[in-house]
């Protein structure tokens, strides 16, 4: 699958590709850190979402579709 970076104009950017695996309802995407540019004490903001009418509206994440976690909050991991 294609991995992409959002630009500061709302265009998607591709980056490179990734590997993912799909059971069921269940989704897993396998990122490398260094596509991120991630490294050491890297905060990584993680956000799951579908159906969304405009991802660049932030009032999507609550009134479209599914997200997790829910509206404007995202999952943080900081690399070690």
Avoid: E
């Amino acid at each position: 699958a294609d991995f992409a970076a959002i630009s500061s104009d709302g265009k998607l950017n591709s980056i490179g590709k990734i590997n993912f695996y799909l059971s069921g309802n269940t989704v897993v995407y396998s990122v490398p850190l260094a596509l991120m540019g991630a490294g050491k004490n890297t905060v990584i903001g993680v956000k799951a979402a579908d159906h969304l009418k405009s991802p660049f509206d932030a009032d999507s994440f609550y009134l479209y579709g599914d997200c997790a976690p829910m509206g404007r909050l995202n999952y943080a991991y900081k690399i070690a």
